[in-house]
């Protein structure tokens, strides 16, 4: 995800390769990361935040308390902290870190990784406005970022847009395999599927008719659509996608409370 930021930043012009400072416990991973995009990268921890102003934790959780023991002494009011790290609430962020602390935790999601991305974030009551917007800008660099007023509501984003890509890879799955099933070959299968996945996707963002205005409109009286689309009715489809995301969701929660 750390790379993935690096290159919207870098690609929307957002920031220059100067501007964008690097460092990472892993020295090859990092050497790899400075060659492609030119960054300016940082010998330890503590000299990345004395020459940052933003600092995004794109670290695990587990490996949070230890991260931020490294830049406790650092950090101060001028820093701006943005966590990526699931099931880390704010509060808990800034028990670790020892200190009142400007932060913003974000839930991204793996499309940012072709820029189109998909993030709710949360500000905690130290941040001010250009807090909140310095961090839409960094992850709109990758995609679109929609700030959520209440930080419970990051577990709902979780079950949305964090695990949803898994859920459309299996929806595409299903069509890929069906397909193949009623005679075509695999590859002309996926291609087909593939771009209808995302024409679909599109038209839904372009379009002022509901998701359901258009599948009506796709769905003529008794035509192939129909039949098609009362085997989703049959089995249930609106609901177990429904049950998907309130599952994900719960877990999210269950998540934060052993974190």
Do not use: W
Request: proline share 3%.
């Amino acid at each position: 995800m750390a790379e993935a930021l690096i290159a919207g930043l870098i690609k929307s012009k957002t920031l220059k390769p100067k501007e964008i400072f690097g460092f990472d416990l892993d020295t090859t991973k990092l050497k790899k990361i400075q060659k492609k995009y030119r960054i300016q990268t940082c010998n330890t921890a503590t000299e990345l935040a004395l020459k940052s102003g933003t600092l995004v934790l794109s670290v695990k959780p587990q490996n949070m308390a230890e991260a931020l023991r490294t830049i406790q002494a650092t950090i101060n009011s001028k820093h701006l902290l943005v966590s990526i790290a699931a099931g880390l609430s704010t509060d808990t962020i800034s028990l670790m870190a020892g200190k009142q602390i400007r932060l913003v935790r974000v839930m991204p999601n793996t499309p940012a990784l072709v820029g189109t991305g998909a993030a709710g974030f949360y500000a905690n009551k130290n941040c001010n406005p250009k807090d909140k917007k310095r961090v839409q800008k960094i992850f709109e660099s990758v995609g679109i970022a929609v700030e959520m007023k209440n930080e419970d509501d990051l577990d709902s984003v979780t079950g949305l847009s964090g695990s949803g890509p898994a859920y459309v890879y299996a929806f595409a799955e299903a069509l890929i395999t069906g397909a193949a099933e009623c005679g075509l070959d695999e590859p002309t299968a996926k291609k087909l599927a593939l771009q209808t996945l995302m024409g679909a996707a599109k038209l839904m963002l372009q379009s002022k008719d509901t998701p359901s205005e258009l599948m009506a409109k796709v769905a003529s009286k008794g035509g192939t659509t129909e039949a098609g689309l009362k085997i989703l009715e049959t089995q249930n489809f609106r609901q177990t996608v429904i049950d998907c995301v309130k599952a994900a969701t719960q877990r999210a929660k269950e998540l934060k409370q052993i974190m």
